[in-house]
Structure formats: C-alpha cells, structure tokens
C-alpha cells in the first residue's frame, strides 16, 4: 500500500506512547508519596493499599526520603513524558505528510496511466477534489489511527494500575465508559453519513466551478451569470449545512462525553467510602481516572474522527481500485514504426455499452507514406475513427492491424509516439507558447520550434508578442484567436515529426490565405510522412491519394477523388454543397 515504507514507524509511536505513559504514570504515583509525605510530617507514614505501598517504596530506594528529591523526580518524569509525546507528534507529522504526498503523486500518475474512455466518464472535478481534497483527508485518517493507537497503549497501561488499587472501581468507571461509548458509536455512524454529503456536495461544486470557468465565454455571451450565481450558492449552502452537521456532531461528543465522567467520578467517590479503601490509594485513583479521561475523550475522538474520514478514505481506496495504473496492464512489444499500411477490418465502435454503435463495419486501409483522406457529414464518426487508430478508445469488434500485426499488440507509448494529431480543437495547456509548440517533442531547440512555427504560419506572429515565445496562453489557450491556437497546434504536430500525422479539420478556423499557406506546407509533407486529413472542405482533399467517405458510422464509398467525384454519391453530393 502507498504507506508502505512508513509502516515500520507503528511500533516505534507504540513504543513511545507506553515510554511517555509510564513516565505519567510514574509521576502521578511519585505525586501521591510527596502527598503522603507531607500530610505525615514528622509522624509515620500510613499505608496506603499495596500499590501505593509499592511505589513508596520503590521511590524511596531510587530518590531517597527527601521531599525536595521526590518532588524533582516527579517533574522530571512529568517533563520526559511531555517530550516523548513531542517526539511522538513530529514523528507522526511526519509519516502524514510523506504519506499524503505518496499519495497525491500515485493518484496523479493513475490518473495520467487510466483508460481514456474511463476518464471521459467521469467529471473532472471528482478528480480534482480527490486529489487536492480527500487524499488530504485519507491520509488524517493514518494519523489518526495512529493517534488511536497510542491512546489505546496508554490506556491499558493505566487501567492495569488502577484494576490494581481497586477491581471494585473499576467496574464502576468500566460501567460508566461503556455507556459513553455507545453513544458515540450511534454519534460516529451519524458522522460517517455527514462526512459522505460533505465529499459528495464539494465534488459537485468543484466540477460546476470548473466548467464554469473553463465557459467564462459563455457565461457572459448568454448571461448566465446569475442562474450560475444561484447554482453555486445552492451548492456552496448545501456543503455549509454539511459541514456544521459535522461539527455540530463533533462538538457534541465533547458534553455528553463530561456528562458520564462526572457520574463515574460521583459512583467512586460512593464506592471507595463504602469499602474502607485507604485514602492515598483513592486519591490515586481519581488522579490516575482524571489522566485516564483526556486519552478517553480522544480515542472517542478518533472514532468520530475516523468515521468522518472514513469516507475519504472509500473514494481513494475505490479509485485506486478503479484506475489500477499501467503496471496492471503494461503489456506488448515495442512498435518500431510502419512499413507498409495500417488496415482497419469489419470494425465497429460504440461508446457505451447500451448506446448505439457509432462506428461499423468499417474495413480500409491507410497505406504508408500517401494521404487517406476521411469525409462525411457531422456526426458521421471521423474523430471517432482517429480516437481508435490512436488507441484512445478499443474497438468493440473487429480489429485494426499494423503490417498485418493487430496493433493492441504493440505497446501503447511506442505505437503513440510515431503519431501526431492537430485537432478541431487545439487544446493548449497552460504555460508559454514555446512550451506548447515543444509538448509532443520536448528536446526540440528553439530553431525547430521556429522552423515548425514557419510552416504552421504562426512565426510572424510569435515574434511580434511583447514576451514572443515566452507569451504564457491562458488556460486552454484562452488569450489566443481560435486560428491562432489551431495554428500553434499544427506546428507543435510537425514539431513531432511523425510518421503519421492526422489533421482532423486542423485548419477549419483559419482565413483562405493563411489556410492556403498552411495546406501548401501540408501537401509539402504528402509522400515523406503517412496523413491522415479529416476536412469538411473537400478542395483541400482533392490532393488525396483515397478518400474515405463516411456517413452514419458506415463507410458509404470510398477510392481516388476523381473517381469518386465521377459517381454520382455521397461525395459529390458533399462536394456539390461544400467545394
Ligand atoms: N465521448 C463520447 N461519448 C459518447 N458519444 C460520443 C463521444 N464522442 C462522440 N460521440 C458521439 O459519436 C458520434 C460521432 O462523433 P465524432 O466526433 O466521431 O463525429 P465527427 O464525424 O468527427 O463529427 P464532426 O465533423 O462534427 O467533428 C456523434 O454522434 C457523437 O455524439
Ligand atoms: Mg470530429
């Protein structure tokens, strides 16, 4: 498990714990001999049941009879169990926050290893929230345990002590403890469901506040502000309401939990009175309860706190369940590029089990080193197809093979890295423009960058930015015309220099000068590199060496385009509309 290596670290906080324990109890026994001593004076000191006794003893042969001595003694081992338990906190501060960040970066790299269909399922801001917030919160939950463990230490320790002096006030605080602990029990089922809402309702507002910021646009063009403004209060009240449920169980565990002390406290000052106990042996024993209630209170504490957690502790358990990682899967040899074609045979696709197929009976094949070029109407399933032959998604049925080789035999990273994609949507990261052109081949000098920006028709304008390369693009790319983003796009895949290159609509957002620029800097790449180019313009695929016609997930034609241009089809009804 991810804490793993911190494991080791559990006997030493139990050892620590029963360490400073003994040490407390140690000088809470020394406290009731200088007691005894002073009450005595010059007279003979009493006995005082046989632990007391005992420890008299034992502290007059270590210390000696002087009060002074007894007293230092005392402190000191008051002292030495304050220290152990800093040591104790540190220590465990420590496993906390190593732990939580093993954890943060396993659950990051999972993510960065899941299935992309997987992912697309699920909102983005579950995974935000699980990163930044409830792997936080799972890994309290450790601390918490341990927090657990070193109360439980201590209490057995001093519940020895104290069956010791008296079994008959010990059933009575056993009595009185039990009864407290069934009522946090009922308390602690009750903060387990509050904890849930909470992690649920801040999910829901993450995911919201995400995909309203990444719709700012939108937002302000449809004047939406106010309904988004009412939705997130709707969520941020909902989360308040949880919370204080929370707390509000929290803090009443603190009352109820006094409420049994006290009678306990009450029952063995009856009790003692009845069966003659000496008093420096009942007054050890209130000590002793009264030190024994703080490490009560917080195992009560941590059982409350532990159901709350509890559930953030179920949302990792069960991601890491879901996304098992690469390691799991990592299989296949290493694809050592194309020699001859890529054939799709009786494909079919659909997204999810009970939609559809998107995609089928799909069979073409893209030869190495020419232009396959896919058309169709909206909708009609090219970026689907491009998802498979990058592996983004599997087929449902059929397969997809390299040189004759089904390519689920290769693996993923090396079959990946012979592609480059720009897309409808050039989807930029946050950072500078260089760092963007550079993402597909982040070795690439300064000269490549410009080189691939040149073609890509973008250069003249990279240098004519106050900070050129080092311009940061906003979030998506948001500072960015949507030509000038699809243009960085189209330079960051030659950048890459591929052996396939797919153009899905890359240049549907520029103007016909620059589209022309582009294209002539594409159809210059035709016979070096394998394109696959997706464009609802079909003059820019007249150039093609075939062209694949889709229509409703089906291949309706499909040849050179003048011989489909010849046919009265699909095509030249497209092209009819379109050209
Ligand atoms: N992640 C997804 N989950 C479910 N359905 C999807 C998903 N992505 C696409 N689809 C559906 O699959 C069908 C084909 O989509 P696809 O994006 O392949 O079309 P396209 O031919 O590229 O269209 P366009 O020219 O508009 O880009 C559409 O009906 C779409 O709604
Ligand atoms: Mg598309």
Redesign the pocket.
Known sequence: MVAGRQVWLFPLFVALALAATAAEAGGLGMLVVLLQLLLAGPNEVQSGGAVVDFVRSVTITLVGNSVMAIAFATVSLIMAKSLMMAAYQILSAHVNASVNDRFRRLAFRRLMEAEY?KL??RDSGSFQNLITGESMRATEALGVVSQLLVNICSLIVFFIMLLLISWQLVVVMVLGTFAAYVVSTLFGGKARQAGQVVTNTHALLATRLESVLSGLRMVRIFGAEEREIQRFNAYSEALRQGFMRVQLLKAATGPISDTFYLCVFVGIVGVSSQIHLPLASVITFVLIVARLQPHVKDTHWCRVQLSGLGSAVDSMAEFLREFPGRGASAKGKRFEGLSDHIRFHHVAF???VD?EP??SGISFTIQKKKTTA?V????????????LLLRLYEPSSGCISADEQPIDEFDVASWRARFALAG?DAELLDGTILENVCYGRPSASLQDAEAAAERAGILEFIRGLPCTWDTRVGGRGVRLSGGQRQRLGIARAMLREPDLLIL??ATNSLDSLTEAEVQGAIEAMAGKTTLVV?A?KLSTVMSADQVIV?RG?KIEEQGTPRQLLKRAGHFRRLYGATG
Do not use: C, F
Not at 376 to 387: D, E, F, P, Q, V
């Open positions: 269909g697309v399922r659909s997204y999810g939609q998107t995609l896919i169709g109407g909206s909708g009609a399933g090219k970026s689907t197809l491009i998802n409808q899905d609509e997706i609802h889709l997930g």
